[in-house]
């Protein structure tokens, strides 16, 4: 009997998901999506749950994001159907876990990405390992931060959230505190005793095995990051790091000169727009631009073939190519189309 992919469970005081595709680093399908939904309908006004603990299994991943190649399997197909009952069945678990009304824990040891932010960020604690890897890649894959991102990424401490949307940089372990990602750092070696612990159902015991997080990597480069991704426009952050000119600073226009370039501009806009909306507003937003980013623009298509399908095979070519090229009154008319 095949095992299910999203394993519920009550146990104690705590009801318990653990994300069950390994091999996929514990992508989101929409099976999955469906689960979390029924787990957060059974438990929401039960009395007996005081909490969720969700867990990735394999030992590799929290959770990957969602399964974005079968999203442009149906994109190449014309399938508008099923594309958006992904999105709108996911981002409707992103609100309903900001909603649930009691701790979500999330214990991130592996990658967590995209979708499984998505998963963790809208409640807490979120409790990462020195093994946890948190980014929002989706500028390379011609996407944009989803899953409610365009509210949290610019409430995060200064342009972080700039900077981690636009680059997809990678924060490891540690990081994630310094970035306001995660809430507490635990080491995976003290993971199984936590988790123990959560099953009597108070969240609180997580300040007990939580430790002091290394210094964040990115501590020396955070004034650079607050004044160049600060900036209104991608030409005007290019302009700061390209005006700095330390290696560093090369090493972001590198970064950014690969990335879709109407990704980027979407994606700046998203989080411009996002600082001065609610969640439900955000994810509303986001389905939209979901319609005319996955099926009316070829670089989505290009990207996740780049990325996830060849791998590493880089995009033949991006629509329009260069930053300097695409045009702003494009970009505003892609928040205005019908999801």
Same mark, same amino acid.
């Given at each position: 009997m095949t095992e299910s992919n999203l394993i519920a469970a009550r146990q104690g005081a705590a009801g318990t998901l653990l994300m069950n595709r390994p091999k996929a680093l514990n992508a989101l399908d929409l099976g999955m999506i469906r689960d979390f939904q029924a787990a957060l309908d059974g438990w929401r006004d039960d009395a007996a749950v005081k909490l969720v603990v969700l867990e990735g299994?394999?030992?590799?991943?929290?959770?990957?994001?969602?399964?974005?190649?079968?999203?442009?399997?149906?994109?190449?197909?014309?399938?508008?159907?099923?594309?958006?009952?992904?999105?709108?069945?996911?981002?409707?678990?992103?609100?309903?876990?900001?909603?649930?009304?009691?701790?979500?824990?999330?214990?991130?040891?592996g990658v967590c990405m995209g979708g499984g932010i998505g998963l963790a960020i809208h409640n807490g604690p979120r409790v990462v390992t020195e093994n946890a890897l948190m980014a929002m890649p989706e500028t390379a894959i011609?996407?944009?931060?989803?899953?409610?991102?365009?509210?949290?990424?610019?409430?995060?401490?200064?342009?972080?959230g700039a900077w981690l949307a636009l680059t997809g940089a990678r924060l490891r372990g540690g990081d994630c505190l310094h970035a306001?990602?995660?809430?507490?750092?635990?080491?995976a070696a003290n993971l199984p005793a936590l988790r123990a612990a959560l099953l009597e159902g108070d969240a609180r015991v997580v300040e007990s095995f939580a430790q002091a997080p290394p210094e964040a990597s990115f501590?020396?480069?955070?004034?650079?990051?607050?004044?160049?991704?600060?900036?209104?426009?991608?030409?005007?952050?290019?302009?700061?790091?390209?005006? %700095?000119?330390?290696?560093?600073?090369?090493?972001?226009v590198a970064i950014l000169r690969r990335m879709s370039p109407t990704s980027l501009c979407v994606s700046l806009e998203l989080l411009r727009r996002g600082a001065g909306m609610t969640l439900?507003?955000?994810?509303?937003?986001?389905?939209?631009?979901?319609?005319?980013?996955?099926? %009316?623009h070829p670089d989505f298509r290009e990207g996740v073939r780049?990325?996830?399908?060849?791998?590493?095979?880089?995009?033949?070519?991006?629509?329009?190519?260069?930053?300097?090229?695409?045009?702003?009154?494009?970009?505003?008319?892609?928040?205005?189309?019908?999801?």
């Open positions: 299994a394999g030992g590799r991943a929290f959770c990957a994001g969602g399964d974005v190649r079968a999203v442009r399997d149906a994109a190449i197909a014309g399938d508008r159907a099923p594309v958006a009952a992904f999105f709108t069945q996911e981002y409707a678990v992103n609100q309903g876990i900001a909603e649930f009304g009691k701790p979500w824990v999330s214990l991130i040891d011609a996407l944009f931060p989803d899953v409610g991102t365009s509210y949290i990424l610019p409430r995060l401490p200064g342009a972080l306001g990602l995660a809430t507490h750092f635990v080491p501590a020396a480069h955070r004034s650079l990051i607050d004044h160049a991704f600060g900036q209104p426009s991608m030409p005007g952050i290019i302009a700061a790091l390209e005006a %700095d000119g330390g290696e560093w600073a090369q090493s972001q439900r507003q955000c994810l509303d937003e986001e389905l939209v631009l979901t319609g005319s980013v996955v099926h %009316d780049s990325v996830l399908v060849d791998k590493g095979n880089p995009p033949a070519t991006w629509s329009p190519a260069t930053l300097e090229a695409v045009d702003p009154a494009a970009i505003q008319a892609m928040f205005s189309r019908a999801g």
